[in-house]
């Protein structure tokens, strides 16, 4: 087998692989923001997702 390919160095390597079903509806918007905001329909998500986890604390 080849050796993997090395990318850009990072402090907080991305590791996991998460498969989800959306909606159009969502995908739509999913898009629509990561567009807007010039990052990565992942960053999106990762942002939402600590966005709610942040709230939680706060309860």
């Not at 087998?1 to 079903?21: A, S, W």
């Not at 010039?38 to 990762?46: F, L, P």
């Not at 709610?52 to 706060?58: G, N, R, T, V, W």
């Given at each position: 087998?080849?050796?993997?390919?090395?990318?850009?160095?990072?402090?907080?390597?991305?590791?996991?692989?998460?498969?989800?079903?959306l909606?159009?509806?969502?995908?739509?918007?999913?898009?629509?923001?990561?567009?807007e905001?010039?990052?990565?329909?992942?960053?999106?998500?990762?942002r939402?997702?600590?966005?709610?986890?942040?709230?939680?604390?706060?309860?």
């Open positions: 087998m080849g050796q993997k390919k090395m990318g850009r160095p990072t402090d907080n390597p991305k590791e996991t692989i998460f498969k989800v079903r909606d159009k509806g969502t995908v739509e918007a999913l898009a629509e923001c990561a567009q905001l010039n990052v990565s329909k992942a960053e999106i998500i990762r939402g997702v600590h966005i709610i986890h942040d709230s939680l604390k706060e309860k």
